[in-house]
């Protein structure tokens, strides 16, 4: 059955006046094929606009915990997963800017896939996500946007993107993510996902979950942050050690586990492990940003990116103790990059150049 | 109840005359009064002598799933977990020096302890371990050894015995030890130690195991290694991606979960956390051996031992795809510190210097 594709608005806009922010919204149903069984999904598309409309769109994806909720506006008042470096006057000025987010197929947001067979979602990969972002575009009706700016798992699916949709952007700029992946990182992931298979198999999903976000906690950071924030000697309680670490490590596996689930945890990191993406396909300028104490994303990976990428990329190269989570806390350092890329100085930049 | 102490030679020697290794064996009981709950264990000691019994003794002490058998010989030859640096005409020359392996209290081998309560075996300090090793060296009327040599976890108790009993040995050579412990190596193996618990909470031990060991041995190796082993890209198995590194990562967690239990996993991996010695109560020369690719003791922390040894100590900086598993991979580099220091070399050592 063949559906139309409308935008449904979830909530209507406080405000009609152009230049206010979309409220959030789901466009749907859209068909997606997926890129390893072919099968045909009907999906259901959760996305957030913020800035004026007919500003240029900027695309901002995140990690595979982020959603759709960049920013803070009218229509949504929380804060984002990218609040301190996108909103009015920031690095990405939703005043000049239109922003916009989209959930992932197989995330946490709104984003839903139906398949005809009613059998669970395959394995997803960044070029089916990639495939998502196009069809929203579609439905927004942007045939080129100024740039898609991801970071980790969403700095893969903005290389799928250029690499399957060469034409429709300006630019990407891709913090913290590579053509591939490295297989230490896959190894970690693997223990993941092994351990949340070990929470389903015994029926304690969420304590899986919990210790496999405390994992991936780990590898989101670095050494020389836990040496500075945790004392090494261990509290004790009656006579068991408890290591000041493990009290931060269990506290963010819990806070976890409240917001997701095995099945989204599962598809999601599998899919930073099925991510490949050939640089030769990639046609519009790239910004890389490689963070030097990154162990998920090893700076070389991006340097050989950059080699691939031959005259189309340029690779700023940071240093930050928060290892893989910088595009989260290097507000300065990144927020210059993306000022300087698709915020109010690219213009000036274009010219400089 | 006091009892004698005796050396309870399991298996008859084979031949007599001297110079002959000395079959496994076991001593005991000794009391031992543990560290942190002053609690008297009376302990039955694991050992393996190799090499003449006049030549001067070297203590060979390994990580936590190490045990006495350090090298194969007449009266056990299966071959040991440091087959190829100890043995006859190898670093350590098993026929000019009597080499000596010991059974972790709490670990895999003979050690076993009994508390006149029936209480089970508290926590387990390093000092207990050095502890057990000073009542192993009485039984065994050895008074002063040459050298203790201790890699990862053997590295650690080799620290604090020379801390705790400064004039009982000549030298100690520590491979990948520290003073004290590293937040981020606590929450890897804190993480391990929650798995190995989820395990036993579900009644799934050797699952538990085998999946808080795959996490072990992303941290005993490195990224290099990985990247150089294992190609990226999964094999599919019908739908489901397998990627090589888990492969190997699988096959590692189910050989260990089939010789380690829980239990000794949880209280040695503890052990590790609770690590902490005193550089200034170290007399005796100390040779550090470092390895930059290191990730659970970075180099720096052993730099910052070599400095609190004052003119005491001397590092040795090597390198390695191995990572923490240097002190098992890389035979020659090791090699030649330890025939520099313990083996036939170190005479001509002591006048060079």
Not at 99 to 122: C, N
Not at 250 to 260: K, P, T, V
């Amino acid at each position: 059955m063949k559906t139309e594709t409308e935008i449904r608005v979830v909530r209507p806009p406080r405000r009609s006046r152009p230049g206010l922010p979309l409220p959030p919204g789901r466009l749907g149903p859209v068909e997606l094929e997926l890129e390893l069984e072919g099968r045909v999904m009907n999906c259901d598309i959760g996305f957030e606009c913020i800035g004026p409309p007919d500003a240029p769109a900027v695309v901002a994806l995140g990690g595979i915990s982020a959603d759709a909720h960049v920013s803070a506006h009218d229509g949504g008042p929380r804060p984002g997963w990218w609040e301190a470096l996108v909103g009015p006057g920031r690095a990405i000025d939703t005043e000049r800017c239109r922003v916009i987010g989209m959930d992932w197929l197989g995330g946490t947001g709104d984003t839903v896939a139906e398949s005809a067979t009613a059998a669970p979602l395959p394995a997803v990969t960044t070029r089916d996500q990639a495939d998502l972002l196009a069809r929203l575009l579609d439905g927004l009706g942007i045939e080129r946007v100024r740039a898609v700016v991801g970071a980790s798992y969403g700095g893969m699916v903005a290389l799928a993107f250029a690499a399957r949709y060469p034409r429709r952007l300006e630019r990407a700029v891709v913090i913290s993510a590579a053509h591939q992946t490295h297989p230490m990182a896959t190894a970690l992931r693997s223990i993941q996902r092994e351990i949340v298979r070990f929470g389903l198999r015994t029926g304690r999903e969420a304590e899986g979950l919990a210790l496999a976000r405390e994992l991936a906690v780990t590898t989101y950071r670095t050494a020389a942050e836990f040496h500075a924030r945790f004392g090494n000697g261990p509290v004790w309680e009656r006579a068991v050690p408890r290591f000041p670490v493990e009290t931060y490590l269990r506290h963010q596996g819990r806070r976890f586990a409240d917001r997701f689930t095995a099945e989204r945890y599962l598809r999601l990191s599998e899919s930073l492990d099925l991510h490949a993406v050939d640089p030769a396909r990639i046609l519009a300028p790239v910004t890389l940003v490689s963070v030097r104490e990154d162990t998920l994303v090893p700076p070389w990976q991006m340097e050989q990116l950059l080699t691939k990428l031959r005259g189309r990329g340029e690779l700023v190269r940071i240093r930050s103790r928060y290892g893989h989570d910088a595009f989260l806390k290097e507000t300065a350092s990144i927020g210059r990059v993306l000022e300087s890329t698709v915020g109010q100085r690219a213009a000036n930049r274009e010219v400089a150049r």
